[in-house]
C-alpha cells in the first residue's frame, strides 16, 4: 500500500491509500478519487516528502522474530480500538452526531458513495479509510 497526500482543485489537503500508483492514477482518472472536504474530483498528488525509517525502527529480521506490524495494520489496529463500529449505519449516526441528536464519539463503519458524498455536502467531517472495516457479529 502506498499513502499518498493528495490536494483538489481548491487546494484542500488530505491523504488516501493506494496499492500502487499506477491504481490511483487509474481511480483518478475514472473520477473514484474525491476531496476529503469538498468531494471534488479534480485530485492529483500534493509534493511530499518520503517516510523513512529509522534503522532502530527497523524489525530485526531472522528465525524466531516476529513480523512487525504494517502501518497500514497499526492503523486498523487504531481505529477498532479506539471508535465504535456502526457498520451500515454509518451516514445516520454521522449525521446525527453532526446535527447534535446523538452524542459525539469517534465511529467508523460502512457508506455507499453517494452517502458519505452527501455527508461531504452537508458539512459533516468524515474521512476514507484505506481498509475495509471487519465485521463485527453481534
Same mark, same amino acid.
Given at each position: 500500500?502506498?499513502?499518498?497526500?493528495?490536494?483538489?482543485?481548491?487546494?484542500?489537503? /488530505?491523504?488516501?491509500? /493506494?496499492?500502487? !500508483?499506477?491504481? /490511483?492514477?487509474?481511480?483518478?482518472?475514472?473520477?473514484?478519487?474525491?476531496?476529503?472536504?469538498?468531494?471534488?474530483?479534480?485530485?492529483?498528488?500534493?509534493?511530499?516528502?518520503?517516510?523513512?525509517?529509522?534503522? !532502530?525502527?527497523?524489525?530485526?529480521?531472522?528465525?524466531?522474530?516476529?513480523?512487525?506490524?504494517?502501518?497500514?495494520?497499526?492503523?486498523?489496529?487504531?481505529?477498532?480500538?479506539?471508535?465504535?463500529?456502526?457498520?451500515?449505519? /454509518?451516514?445516520?449516526?454521522?449525521?446525527?452526531?453532526?446535527?447534535?441528536?446523538?452524542?459525539?464519539?469517534?465511529?467508523?463503519?460502512?457508506?455507499?458513495?453517494?452517502?458519505?458524498?452527501?455527508?461531504?455536502?452537508?458539512?459533516?467531517?468524515?474521512?476514507?479509510?484505506?481498509?475495509?472495516?471487519?465485521?463485527?457479529?453481534?
Amino acid at each position: 500500500m502506498i499513502r499518498y497526500d493528495l490536494s483538489c482543485k481548491d487546494g484542500h489537503r /488530505f491523504d488516501g491509500w /493506494f496499492a500502487s !500508483s499506477a491504481a /490511483f492514477e487509474t481511480q483518478r482518472d475514472q473520477g473514484q478519487v474525491n476531496c476529503a472536504i469538498c468531494g471534488s474530483a479534480e485530485v492529483d498528488r500534493a509534493l511530499m516528502s518520503p517516510g523513512v525509517a529509522a534503522k !532502530s525502527n527497523r524489525a530485526a529480521s531472522g528465525p524466531g522474530t516476529a513480523r512487525s506490524k504494517t502501518p497500514l495494520e497499526q492503523l486498523r489496529d487504531h481505529v477498532e480500538a479506539n471508535s465504535d463500529y456502526v457498520g451500515l449505519r /454509518f451516514a445516520d449516526e454521522a449525521r446525527a452526531m453532526h446535527d447534535g441528536r446523538s452524542d459525539k464519539r469517534a465511529i467508523h463503519g460502512e457508506a455507499k458513495p453517494e452517502e458519505a458524498r452527501k455527508l461531504i455536502e452537508e458539512g459533516v467531517p468524515i474521512a476514507p479509510l484505506p481498509f475495509i472495516p471487519k465485521r463485527k457479529a453481534n
